[in-house]
Every structure is written in C-alpha cells, then in structure tokens.
C-alpha cells in the first residue's frame, strides 16, 4: 500500500488572547490616561469566550476589572505554559498589584484634596505602576504567540 502525506489546510487554532505590540499598549494606556484598558480587558475576555465556547459577559469583565484581573492572570499564565514558550512572570503579582493599586487610589481619593499636589503625584505614580502591572500581562500575551501568533493584523 502506497501512503502519502496529505498536507494539512486546517488553520492554526486562534490565539486566547489579543497580540498587542507593548509599544502599543503602553503608548495608548498614556493617551488615554489608561481607559484603553476598558478596551484591552474587552477585547481579551471576548476572544477567550468566543475561541473557549464559553457564555461569560466580557462587558461586565470589562467593567469591574479588579474582580476578574485575577482570573485573566491565570488564563493567560496557563496559556503560555500550554504553549511551551519560556516567559518568567508572575501572574499573581500583577493581578494583585493593579488590584491594590486600584483600590489604593480609590482610597485615596475619598480622603484627599483631589486638587492638590500630592495627589497629583500620588495618582502618577499608581498610574505608572498600573501601566506596569497590565504590561507583565500583555508581555506574557505576546511571548506565548511571538511566533507569527499575531492574527487580523492585531
């Protein structure tokens, strides 16, 4: 019996996540003094339920991302592991980071001048952190996908 290779025209699975350039991410967590996150947390919660099968609400993810960055942590963590990439990070300190950081701010908040300088400062310097915080997550995002794992142009 003679066998021969068919090649294969099924399409690599979709990625979990959205490839975002860190260039990019950082550039549009700036400009927009960090509601492109609301968009960044969309876009990956929508990609992981439509490619998992799944009914969660990426809208409400979205919307109250200190309940569900955690989560979103882990997913992406496991999926870097899944595809055998080397990337050291550490998904619960960065969730666990833009939570505090999140809620600290708000504390703050409550019981500052808004005007004033040091809470100016203050608010910079949690803004950087948070910045920080969401890049470790986009870092591992994009080393589980470097190789040609950009899809749509994204």
Same mark, same amino acid.
């Given at each position: 019996?003679? #066998? #021969?290779?068919?090649?294969?025209?099924?399409?690599?699975?979709?990625?979990?996540?959205?490839? &975002?350039?860190?260039?990019?991410?950082?550039?549009?967590?700036?400009?927009?003094?960090?509601?492109?996150?609301?968009?960044?947390?969309?876009?990956?919660?929508?990609?992981?339920?439509?490619? +998992?099968?799944?009914?969660?609400?990426?809208?409400?993810?979205?919307?109250?991302?200190?309940?569900?960055?955690?989560?979103?942590?882990? +997913?992406?963590?496991?999926?870097? +592991?899944? #595809?055998?990439?080397?990337?050291?990070?550490?998904?619960?300190?960065?969730?666990?980071?833009?939570?505090?950081?999140?809620?600290? /701010?708000?504390?703050?908040?409550?019981?500052?001048?808004?005007?004033? &300088?040091?809470?100016?400062?203050?608010? /910079?310097?949690?803004?950087?952190?948070?910045?920080?915080?969401?890049?470790?997550?986009?870092?591992?995002?994009?080393?589980?996908?470097?190789?040609?794992?950009?899809?749509?142009?994204?």
């Amino acid at each position: 019996m003679n #066998t #021969t290779e068919i090649p294969s025209t099924a399409s690599p699975a979709p990625s979990l996540f959205v490839y &975002v350039p860190m260039r990019m991410f950082v550039v549009l967590s700036v400009v927009t003094l960090g509601l492109y996150w609301y968009v960044w947390f969309y876009r990956n919660w929508a990609r992981y339920n439509e490619v +998992k099968g799944l009914d969660l609400i990426p809208l409400l993810r979205c919307l109250f991302p200190i309940f569900f960055v955690y989560g979103l942590c882990r +997913k992406v963590d496991r999926y870097v +592991k899944a #595809t055998g990439r080397e990337h050291e990070w550490s998904p619960d300190d960065a969730a666990i980071a833009y939570i505090a950081l999140s809620v600290g /701010l708000w504390l703050v908040s409550n019981f500052m001048a808004v005007g004033s &300088v040091l809470f100016a400062v203050i608010t /910079l310097v949690v803004f950087i952190h948070q910045i920080w915080a969401l890049a470790n997550v986009q870092r591992a995002i994009n080393a589980a996908q470097e190789e040609g794992g950009c899809e749509e142009g994204e």
